[in-house]
């Protein structure tokens, strides 16, 4: 399971490019709305979660998390008691944490990146503690998964699902999108 945590101000391509992705891969995906069931993307358009975060225990198996940016989206992802534990869970237990655009600084934040190699939107960078940002679109440092901005949507989709399922469902993916 992975689960796509959306909070208000979401950057609706980041979410949905990936959930299309990973769920023409087969792999089972959650939209998680943290407040609602229907959340408002950063350009107003709304969608309707498939859960709403007071549904889930806390103790669901899952294999990776998803944290899209956009503003306010990511400082409201940031501040979610739900998504933190999520977060501490995913990296306690060793799981994929992935986060794209202004997201990664709530790993940054909780020195989740410290050794780690990682990429964010520009004028971020100062809050990815401890980490070595790069200049490029998305990077892969273990089980951490980050990703410049909305137009490395794509890039972030298929590292996602090369780590899921391997570099042959990535190549038949990206084929199959003629991208």
């Known amino acids: 399971m992975v689960y796509i945590f959306l909070a208000n101000g979401f950057e609706e391509i980041e979410a949905l490019c990936v959930l299309d992705f990973l769920r023409r891969a ?6 998680v709305g943290i407040d609602t069931k229907i959340a408002m993307g ?73 050794g780690k190699r990682a990429v964010c939107y520009p004028g971020f960078e100062n809050e990815l503690l401890g980490a070595t940002v790069l200049d490029t679109g998305c990077v892969r440092d273990g089980k951490i998964i980050t990703a410049r901005a909305m137009g490395k949507s794509h890039d972030f989709a298929l590292e996602i699902v090369e780590a899921l399922c391997g570099k042959e469902e990535r190549q038949r993916l990206k084929d199959a999108v003629l991208y």
């Open 42 to 114: 950063s350009h107003k358009i709304p969608v309707v979660c498939d859960i709403e975060g007071k549904e889930l225990s806390g103790n669901e198996d899952f294999d990776m998390i998803i944290l899209p940016g956009g503003l306010p989206g990511a400082n409201n992802l940031d501040e979610s008691q739900v998504v933190d534990h999520f977060i501490k869970r995913a990296v306690s237990e060793n799981k994929f944490v992935s986060a794209i655009c202004a997201a990664p600084f709530i790993l940054g934040k909780r020195g989740i990146l410290k």
């Open 26 to 31: 087969g792999i089972e995906t959650k939209t």
